[in-house]
T-cell receptor, first 115, second 112 residues
Framework: EAGVAQSPRYKIIEKRQSVAFWCNPISGHATLYWYQQILGQGPKLLIQFQNNGVVDDSQLPKDRFSAERLKGVDSTLKIQPAKLEDSAVYLC?????????????FGPGTRLTVT | KQEVTQIPAALSVPEGENLVLNCSFTDSAIYNLQWFRQDPGKGLTSLLLIQSSQREQTSGRLNASLDKSSGRSTLYIAASQPGDSATYLCAVGGTGANNLFFGTGTRLTVIP
């Protein structure tokens, strides 16, 4: 069974530029998560999708971050414009039903450096 | 708001030693607790998942325990190997939306 796929793996941009990340969850998984992991910290949830609907985006900085999962499968996370403090690893995860007892499976992450 | 703490932040042990990593959380109303391993520049690999009704889970040389009432979990690694060197993250599944609250991790180095 293929795992969670993410691309690109690395991205370097200048501040005020825009960037987009892509995630393809495990086939059949209804729930998709985006996490931000700043160096030396644990991951922090940015947004959670159940199929193509948003369940929780309370910690997403909506003035600059946006995310979509139009067909309920893959997802994109966009930052526009980027700030220096957005430098982090962006992790995508998926779970089968999105129930509280479900295990989450993580992708390899995209490491973003903003200069 | 749930807060998860992991102690120690870093740990170095000689190969072959048994070791314990600690995780504590402030809100005992949890659904589950998950231990992850993260290698440098990589994503998270799930090691063990303990549901709130369980007290421990075992996988090979790993054993995780959960004490909800005291807000604690431990990850026990037996006969450590250099390949165990990584950062270990504890994450708590809260009530409500199915998201995880992570600790800051313990960076383990096993010295050959």
């Amino acid at each position: 069974e293929a795992g969670v796929a993410q691309s690109p793996r690395y991205k370097i941009i200048e501040k005020r530029q825009s960037v987009a990340f892509w995630c393809n969850p495990i086939s059949g998984h209804a729930t998709l998560y985006w996490y931000q992991q700043i160096l030396g910290q644990g991951p922090k949830l940015l947004i959670q999708f159940q199929n193509n609907g948003v369940v929780d985006d309370s910690q997403l900085p909506k003035d600059r971050f946006s995310a979509e999962r139009l067909k309920g499968v893959d997802s994109t996370l966009k930052i526009q414009p980027a700030k220096l403090e957005d430098s982090a690893v962006y992790l995508c995860a998926s779970s089968s039903l999105g129930l509280a007892v479900d295990e989450q499976y993580f992708g390899p992450g995209t490491r973003l450096t903003v200069t | 708001k749930q807060e998860v703490t992991q102690i120690p932040a870093a740990l170095s042990v000689p190969e072959g030693e048994n070791l314990v990593l600690n995780c504590s959380f402030t809100d005992s109303a949890i659904y589950n607790l998950q231990w992850f391993r993260q290698d440098p520049g990589k994503g998270l690999t799930s090691l063990l998942l303990i549901q709130s009704s369980q007290r421990e889970q075992t996988s090979g040389r790993l054993n995780a325990s959960l004490d909800k009432s005291s807000g604690r979990s431990t990850l026990y690694i037996a006969a450590s190997q250099p390949g165990d060197s990584a950062t270990y993250l504890c994450a708590v599944g809260g009530t409500g939306a199915n998201n995880l609250f992570f600790g800051t991790g313990t960076r383990l180095t096993v010295i050959p």
